[in-house]
């Protein structure tokens, strides 16, 4: 017997950021149908969730001056909709609402089954790579941004502490 996944044929479609502030499904375009025809049969979807998937009682917006980018987590079906099922959120705005967002980004990813990399409630989780596995295989993502704050880090773990929720940092010195 011959798996899908042996043949070899694996679409991916990658996007850019997904800034989702309001519902996909009531746009008729034909452009825009088109687009979502393209991704939706591709077999790994990547876009970068730029903010964080949380209701308005989950976390606290940050000290900082900027956009506090918020996608209410029932839009996460229409990302979905859209064919996106692999996202990155390790970028400038995941740590908006602090530790509390951070969280609750994760929370909300999980519970829509739409695999994610890049933050985690400790170093170790933020720096593991998430896997989506389809029919024609499987795909592996991990992570990074170097655009952040150094309170927007994960902790690292130990016996004795938890850690702290955060993003994957990358650092690199010119």
């Known amino acids: 017997m011959t798996y899908q996944a042996e043949s070899g044929d694996f679409k991916l479609a990658l ?7 309001r519902k996909l499904r009531p746009f008729k375009e034909t452009r825009f149908l088109a687009l979502r025809e393209l991704l939706c049969n591709a077999d790994a979807v990547f876009a970068n969730l730029e903010g964080t998937v949380h209701t308005w009682d989950e976390g606290t917006p940050g000290i900082t001056q900027g956009t506090f980018m918020t996608t209410e987590p029932n839009l996460l079906e229409d990302l979905q909709w859209l064919g996106v099922n692999l996202v990155s959120c390790a970028n400038n705005h995941a740590y908006d609402y602090g530790e509390g967002g951070v ?7 999980d519970a829509a089954g739409i695999a994610h990399a890049g933050t985690g409630r400790n170093l170790a989780e933020a720096r593991a790579p998430a896997y989506l596995d389809t029919p024609s295989g499987r795909v592996a993502l991990i992570a990074a941004t170097a655009t952040f704050r150094p309170w927007n880090q994960a902790g690292e773990q130990r016996p004795d502490l938890r850690g702290r929720p955060g993003i994957n940092p990358l650092g690199f010195k010119t």
């Open 103 to 109: 969280l609750a980004n994760l929370k909300h990813l």
């Open 15 to 21: 996007a850019g950021d997904t800034m989702l502030t």
